[in-house]
């Protein structure tokens, strides 16, 4: 293939925002020293993303996995750590190395409120007086 345009990949990708998204991040990629699976025929980096994309060389689903998780600012971990038993209590418990650990907190209840009262509530509200300040 001497060239690539959109038309070769949008079979692959269905999207073209999401075609661009996918061909950008794996540019980078490319950019950064990872191994590319065509020849690179002296194409730029992005015309070698397409070309990969459009050889089904990458999966696009893989490579959108791959593009949210580079994006991800925090990850959430699932799995608790291993801990002694004894530990993961004290840490729920509140106490430290030498401490006594603290007794559980009592049950905790909340007023409900019917949609009536909360209703009748807001309409008794007033509203603040205007000020120059704000």
């Known amino acids: 293939m001497a060239r690539v345009t959109v038309e070769d990949c949008i079979d692959k990708v269905s999207n073209r925002f999401e075609l661009v998204l996918l061909a950008s991040h794996r540019s980078r990629q490319i950019s950064s020293g990872s191994q590319i699976s065509v020849e690179r025929d002296n194409d730029k980096n992005p015309v070698v993303a397409l070309r990969e994309i459009a ?70 509200l007033v509203a603040p007086e205007k000020s120059d300040d704000y």
């Open 55 to 124: 050889d089904e060389q990458l999966s696009p689903g893989d490579l959108k996995e791959d593009l949210i998780h580079s994006l991800q600012k925090h990850v959430e971990v699932d799995e608790p750590e291993d801990l002694p038993e004894e530990a993961a209590e004290d840490i729920v418990m509140g106490a430290e190395d030498g401490d006594v650990p603290m007794e559980a907190p009592a049950q905790i209840t909340f007023d409900t409120l019917s949609e009536d009262e909360l209703l009748s509530g807001i309409q008794n």
